[in-house]
């Protein structure tokens, strides 16, 4: 198969999943117990209001009815009106992606520059002290809950020394630089954490695989070894950890953002389930569902090219 | 040749020997202890008030202190241990099985089985894992069970992936062929030649996960899905204390440290399997 | 030396002329909130933080007095209520004006109270029940009602009646009311309050610019407001917000926790202010003769109830859940800072005797099982809970737990599937009838949702609502809250005020009972 029907196939695969996806969400959000017009004018309506809400709202329609207009007016770009901002949810989103995504790329740099290096020197002093030390400390971002971690950042580095403003996104790029990388170092000792024990893990493994030791035998430099077969091999289990953690990682944002102050889309889902938005919910789902869907798709692209194997089953 | 597959090599039993493994196994055994006998080891009842001693510092009395309401917080922290281990392990252990089963075989036969059940795995993972997650328990209702249900629900497809990418990966190597060539039932070489070659990183991320289970059910325990108070839960005890987190550290802390400490134990243990289930050429 | 002493004096001496608090003009301030604002429009604000913010924007006919009691005059310069109770009459002051220079006039207000009683549009319709029509002639302005009602001169110091300008919503881009008024709030703004709005990026800031036609003035003689604008920054976190505040880099945070109250008194930069509220804490009982699954619920009998609110220790509750910032309530059925309030010291004073003894008359079962619904994540329910269950464990209660989401929570009291759960109110406008229709009248929502049906509360709320007698309609709500007291549908507990944290030189600043945030006479002193 060449690489360009490999393309469009997976890129043809992404309609079924869309489609489930859009069935699953809207059934999901149906299944919540109460309404958005309950979350809306919860202590203050009287039933009769309540009514009207759900009226104006289009809820008291035949489920069906309402499923098709959803998938009709998907189709044409329209994703209806958030309940919970009285606006567009397209532009809604569009408001709040960006600082979603500037956090995501960001931890993502630092998790690789953190974990990459330490990873190899964790690896070939395998069971060392160096490696158990190297390891404790990742476990502890790890398994720290990350509202703890943020607010030991921002309590010692942000109020107390100054280093850094407390919470808040910026204006210009350079301020999003400045705002964003306590947040961006929070997620990243969680995500660096996985990759880095990944990453030791398959080098680990390559290091003691027979063609590796073959070459050794052969008399090939160590670096050569190194660069050759077990930076490849890591690669290709790093990008797919990465590959289906960015999902996590993209919903784990959400108390980050919290915490953080941070206007993006994660912190915005709360809000929408906690106001039963059904519009906005369903759009940052889809949202969502695109983005992991062409990010998935890339690291497939990233693996076949970097492993032939895979292209050809 | 099969069998020197399956059983661990006589070198690598030693990995069983090395200081990581055991520290590892030592805090696991040790939280387990804890986790099954906390009575034996909580010095007070872990939810009854002392009005007389509120957010006491540590000291020779309360160790850890006592928050807000005068509970002891060694008692508290303690008591978490049965919810926490069980978290590690209940919203694990479902996903792992189904997860691996499901892979190998999709992996294996491949056609359209691994199509429709390529998109359904997609289609999960595109969903926002923690919203996915919190929309579940609130459909359910909240709760340990239906936590794990809803954990379980979502996390099994992270294990089906893995496995179906290694017993891909496996499937290319010689011995596989070998074994259709000798007639072998599909059962045995999936289970018996593919699977224990392929178990590696899915064991390694297990105890990932187990330690992720146990952050995971902390945050929604924060967000209120998870345990229900007045019961000790490490995450609900950090999210309590984090008021106090300059007035009263203990509260924050001490929890905390549980915490990593048990990951900590999760990470060396699973590294230490890892060694030794590794298959050598 | 002498020198020195000399400069002291002197300075001394200044400082009594100028006292530290000389009112200074200019800056801005910058506020953090819990919350953002969604749409600011005094008919479409349904949440906390567009309500608290429309009278900073859109300023009412009427004003409230400090005490949210008395009303004074506002845009209307006087105003008169016919004998017979049915009509209205204001006179709006001279040279008002838009914060777009246009004049504020009669047809302005028809616009804007004709909008306001809209039930097609204002989920706030029904305050403005008994209004008929309006009409305007030169700066006169009429309102005929249907029937007397004795909340109306109120209802006009009330946000969801503040004035809007006419032309700007006619030229307004946008095919509904409401688009109308979104795309006012991007850009074109046009309002009448002290503020106007200036910017605002959803989810993260909003920006208020003083507006430069107000018209009301201040200790200086000069308008209102003094400082030149405000940047609300939204920070959801709770000690986020403070640390914010602690670094210097806000002047201003709301909601602070009353766990870190004392600290931040503590701190001599800080001043922590708990303004007086009319919010409540209470949990509605279910009080039907079955539960939502069929089988009989044991809460149906008021003994039971009245014995649950004696063995509550409501001291100790404010002691743990508000660290002593609150008091319990003294009335049933409001906040006690709420007009015709009946104040006969706290309701069911912690007494385990009298618990145990109505427990054996009412024949409940030692462990009767009761489950309270808490709102989740919610530090307060999560102390209410543990405090209960152990106050309860005195008399044989055992207290279960049901934590769930606000929403969940709200169709819960709807369908009556609950046994307790926690709620909380705030009152929108500065008369009972509201709280008192909520809580209490059956027609309104079941009594909070309890499904308590008293015939002669709902006579009484009734006949209230058209009484014009100031006295007899306090009579009523006497009886009403006697009645709603020994009844018991609700575990009364306490009410809490509320509580922001501001920088020290932050002046004048006011959260009224209400909740609304009054900026027009803060100012900073730099």
Not at chain 1, 58 to 81: A, R, S, Y
Not at chain 3, 332 to 346: E, I, K
């Amino acid at each position: 198969m060449s690489s360009i029907s490999y393309f469009i196939s997976r890129l043809l695969q992404i309609i079924p999943t869309f489609l489930i996806v859009m069935v699953i969400i809207f059934m999901l959000v149906r299944a919540l117990p109460g309404d958005p017009a309950i979350a809306m004018a919860d202590a203050k309506a009287t039933a009769e209001q309540l009514e009207q809400i759900r009226q104006r709202l289009g809820l008291n329609e035949p489920i069906w009815v309402q499923f098709g207009l959803f998938v009709k007016n998907t189709l044409t770009g329209n994703l209806g009106d958030s309940i919970l901002l009285k606006a567009p949810v397209t532009e809604v989103i569009f408001e709040r992606l960006p600082a979603s995504g500037f956090l995501a790329l960001y931890s993502v740099l630092f998790s690789l520059l953190i974990a990459g290096p330490l990873a190899f020197v964790a690896a070939l002093n395998r069971n060392g002290w160096i490696d158990i030390t190297i390891r404790s400390a990742f476990q502890i971002g790890l398994s720290t809950p990350v509202f703890y971690i943020g607010l030991i950042l921002l309590t010692f580095l942000a109020a107390k020394m100054r280093w850094f403003p407390v919470g808040g996104y910026g204006a210009t790029f350079w301020e999003h630089m400045h705002h964003l990388l306590l947040p961006a170092l929070t997620v990243a000792l969680y995500t660096s954490a996985i990759i880095m024990r990944n990453l030791r893990s398959s080098v680990i493994e390559v290091v003691d695989a027979e063609y590796v030791q073959f070459a050794r035998a052969k008399g090939l430099p160590e670096h050569i070894i190194l660069g050759r077969h077990v930076l490849r091999n890591a690669l290709i289990s790093t990008v797919t950890l990465l590959g289906l953690s960015i999902g996590n990682l993209m919903s784990g944002t959400l108390v980050t953002e919290t915490v953080f102050a941070v206007p993006g889309v994660g912190r915005l889902m709360l809000d929408a389930i906690f106001a039963r938005d059904y519009p906005l919910i369903q759009g940052l789902t889809l949202t969502f569902a695109v983005l992991v869907s062409i990010i998935f798709l890339l690291t497939d692209m990233i693996q076949a090219m970097l492993d032939p194997r895979l292209r050809v089953s | 040749m099969m069998l020197k597959r399956l059983l661990p090599h006589k070198t690598q039993m030693l990995v069983l020997l090395r200081p990581g493994f055991l520290v590892g196994l030592a805090i696991l055994l040790g939280s387990l202890a804890l986790a099954i006998f906390p009575a034996a080891f909580a010095p007070f009842e872990p939810n009854a008030f002392n009005y007389s001693a509120l957010k006491q510092p540590p000291s020779f009395e309360h160790w850890f202190g006592t928050d807000n309401l005068g509970r002891d917080t060694l008692s508290r922290v303690i008591w978490a241990y049965s919810v926490n281990m069980q978290m590690a392990f209940v919203a694990t252990i479902f996903a792992l099985v189904i997860g691996v089963t499901v892979g190998a075989l999709v992996g294996y036969y491949g056609g359209i089985a691994d199509a429709i059940f390529g998109r359904c795995v997609d289609a999960i993972i595109t969903f926002p894992f923690l919203v996915l997650v919190i929309a579940v328990v609130a459909v359910l209702g909240p709760g340990l069970t239906n936590m794990y249900i809803a954990i379980t629900l979502v996390g099994w497809v992270y294990y089906a992936r893995l496995m179906r990418a290694e017993i891909m990966g496996q499937m290319a190597n010689d011995y596989a062929a070998a074994g259709k060539v000798m007639g072998y039932s599909d059962r045995r070489i999936i289970f018996r030649h593919l699977l224990p070659n392929a178990i590696t990183p899915v064991i390694v991320y297990w105890m990932t996960d187990m330690a992720l289970a146990i952050l995971l059910g902390s945050s929604l325990g924060y967000l209120g899905l998870g345990a229900q108070p007045p019961q000790a839960e490490w995450g609900v005890l950090i999210a309590e204390g984090r008021n106090f987190i300059t007035t009263a550290w203990w509260l924050s802390l001490m929890p905390g440290i549980a915490i990593v400490l048990t990951g900590l134990g999760f990470s060396l243990v699973g590294d230490g399997l890892a060694d030794l289930m590794r298959p050598r050429g | 030396m002498k020198k020195i002493l000399m400069a002291t004096v002197a300075v001394a001496a200044m400082m009594s002329a100028f006292p530290a608090s000389a009112l200074e003009r200019g800056g801005s301030l910058t506020f953090a909130r819990y919350d953002d604002s969604t749409l600011i429009d005094p008919i479409y604000a349904d949440r906390n933080p567009d309500i608290w913010m429309v009278t900073n924007l859109y300023d009412t006919l009427l004003r409230t007095e400090a005490d949210g009691k008395t009303v004074t005059s506002g845009l209307a310069s006087s105003y008169a209520v016919a004998e017979d109770g049915l009509s209205v009459s204001l006179t709006l002051r001279d040279g008002i004006k838009f914060s777009d220079g246009t004049p504020i006039e009669g047809k302005d207000v028809v616009f804007s109270l004709q909008r306001a009683a809209n039930p097609d549009l204002s989920p706030w319709a029904g305050l403005l029940a008994s209004v008929d029509s309006v009409s305007a002639e030169g700066n006169t302005i009429n309102i005929a009602l249907k029937n007397s009602d004795p909340t109306i001169v109120l209802m006009l110091a009330t946000f969801n009646t503040a004035i809007v300008s006419a032309d700007a919503f006619a030229a307004a881009e946008g095919e509904t009311d409401q688009d109308k008024s979104s795309s006012l709030s991007i850009e074109g703004f046009v309002g009448s309050g002290p503020f106007v709005m200036k910017s605002h990026q959803r989810g993260s800031m909003m920006q208020f610019a003083a507006n430069p036609h107000y018209w009301r003035e201040g200790e200086d003689g000069k308008a209102l407001p003094y400082i030149d604008g405000i940047n609300f920054l939204v920070i959801p976190d709770d000690a986020t917000r403070i640390l914010k505040l602690q670094a210097g880099e806000v002047d201003a945070a709301e909601f602070i926790p009353f766990a870190r109250v004392s600290e931040m008194q503590a701190d001599p930069k800080i001043n922590m202010e708990l303004f007086p509220s009319t919010r409540i804490i209470y949990s509605p009982i279910n009080t039907r003769p079955e539960r939502a699954d069929g089988s009989a619920n044991p809460l149906a009998n008021v003994k039971l109830r009245q014995a649950l609110n004696f063995a509550t220790n409501k001291d100790a509750l404010v002691q743990l859940v508000l660290h002593g910032a609150g008091k319990p309530v003294t009335s049933g059925l409001m906040a006690s800072t709420t007009q015709l309030a009946t104040d006969n010291g706290p309701l069911y004073q912690y007494d385990l005797d009298k618990a145990k003894a109505l427990i054996a008359e009412a024949g409940v079962a030692d462990g009767t099982e009761i489950t309270l619904t808490t709102l989740a994540g919610s530090a307060d329910d999560g102390i209410i809970l543990a405090a209960l269950q152990q106050m309860w464990s005195d008399i044989g209660i055992k207290l279960n737990v049901a934590q769930v989401d606000g929403p969940t929570r709200g169709a819960k009291n709807r369908s009556g599937d609950f046994d307790i759960h926690t709620y909380g109110w705030v009152n929108d406008v500065n008369d009972p009838a509201q709280v008192a229709g909520w809580l209490g009248y059956n027609p309104t929502a079941k009594a909070v949702g309890t499904g308590w049906d008293n015939a002669e509360f709902n006579s009484l709320y009734e006949a209230s609502n058209t009484e014009m007698d100031p006295a007899k309609r306090a009579e009523q709500y006497a009886r009403m809250q006697e009645i709603y007291a020994e009844a018991a549908p609700l575990l009364f507990m306490y009410e809490t005020p509320f509580a922001v944290a501001l920088s020290q030189d932050v002046k004048g600043y006011v959260q009224t009972p209400l909740g609304n945030n009054e900026f027009a006479t803060a100012w900073i002193d730099r």
